[in-house]
């Protein structure tokens, strides 16, 4: 229910904003491994995300007029944040910066004229963008994390998210390995279980590479009596996929950029993710795959020749996964595909995915904001696609 109150949220800003001046499209660079972010920056966002972390569960805390002030400056804060993501050649963020700033700002227009629930879902939003920027790029782990969360009151699986988010991954899968294999009975602790699971996950896969990592998560899930028959048949999926992983012997760190865009193409060629316009969770996994490969296939030659279909086959890929902040970068990824490809057959292909996917999630044009509409019929203009 949190994704979607997200998702509803979420989807009132209009994508479709130019490309930033000097980065081509959705993907840019960082500096790599030895080059993360100034530690003014990493304080400030992780000073403010501290202080709001304890009151994003909570929308009675979210609107006590005692927490107003201290809420009202920590979002302050990371509106005017300035995220420095480089452009050299190594990293795969460019214009998230742009779109994290943009939700903050929303977030904080929100919250100040009294829409405390919709700024609290936009800044649980923001978290996920954080952590689906953090788990790709290459940069060092924010290690003053362990240290703040201490004083924090969460739970153990909001411990482990938080964890995550500022890429303390061992110590999120040292919680994730306790919590996912503790049994429970309320059916709402198994959807949360289910929730994190996905989680832990994207780090199982686009972390740490590892099929026997992904099973072991996912089997403690399968022993629970009770579950849902779409969860357990999900949970069956993802753990035959892994195993079909494992067994492939396919390692990220062994291989070119064409052979990874050549592997994620096969992956969601086989999950017919390019004919079906909702969400895939039966697949959750393979596309978590292919997303890892497209990405490391980016910033290992960021201009190459498998960029055009690596953005189109990105896009794809996010639109199956379908998570709060995803349709965003669903449109970033097709957007970057239609303006340096304008005219040519792959721009129509990303620009009739980029019109499925807009008209499946708005369903009328009555409901679709103007400022996304006149995006859209900017973007298929420029890809030849007709917007009847």
């Known amino acids: 229910m949190l994704a979607l109150l997200c998702v509803t949220v979420l989807l009132g800003a209009a994508p479709g904003t130019p490309p ?64 420095p993501f480089f452009r050299e050649p190594g990293s795969s963020s460019t214009g998230v910066g742009e779109l994290f700033g943009r939700q903050a700002a929303r977030a904080q227009a929100d919250f100040a004229s009294g829409h405390t629930e919709s700024a609290r879902f936009r800044v649980q939003a923001l978290t996920q963008l954080c952590l689906g920027c953090h788990l790709r790029e290459p940069s060092r782990d924010f290690v003053d994390a362990a240290k703040v969360v201490e004083g924090l009151q969460l739970t153990a699986l909001q411990r482990a998210h938080y964890y995550a988010t500022m890429r303390q991954f061992d110590l999120a899968l040292g919680v994730w390995a306790v919590e996912l294999a503790r049994p429970v009975k309320l059916e709402s602790e198994q959807f949360e279980q289910l929730e994190a699971l996905r989680l832990a996950l994207r780090v199982a896969v686009r972390v740490k590479d590892s099929a026997p990592l992904a099973q072991r998560l996912i089997a403690p899930q399968l022993e629970r009596a009770g579950l849902p028959g779409f969860a357990l048949r999900e949970l069956q999926s993802w753990q035959a996929a892994a195993e079909g992983w494992e067994a492939e012997h396919f390692v990220l760190s062994e291989r070119t950029p064409a052979a990874l865009v050549a592997r994620a193409a096969s992956l969601v060629k086989a999950t017919e993710a390019q004919t079906h316009v909702a969400a895939m969770p039966e697949h959750f996994l393979s596309l978590l795959r292919a997303a890892s490969y497209l990405d490391e296939a980016m910033r290992q030659d960021p201009e190459g020749p498998g960029r055009g279909q690596a953005l189109y086959l990105l896009g794809v890929v996010h639109a199956s996964i379908s998570e709060s902040p995803l349709w965003q970068l669903e ?20 620009g009739e995915r980029l019109q499925d996917r807009t008209w499946f999630i708005w369903r009328t044009g009555a409901d679709m904001p103007a400022s996304t509409a006149g995006a859209l019929k900017e973007l298929l203009v420029l890809a030849k696609v007709s917007s009847n």
């Open 20 to 83: 930033i001046p000097g980065a081509r499209g959705a993907h840019g660079a960082s500096s790599g491994a030895d080059h993360g972010p100034p530690r003014a920056v990493v304080s400030q966002g992780l000073g403010s995300v501290s202080t709001l972390a304890p009151w994003l569960s909570s929308p009675v805390a979210f609107r006590d007029a005692k927490n107003r002030a201290a809420i009202s400056h920590a979002l302050h804060t990371l509106a005017n944040l300035r995220h």
């Open 331 to 350: 449109w970033m990824y097709f957007e970057a595909c239609i303006r340096e490809n304008a005219g040519l057959p792959l721009a129509r292909a990303c």
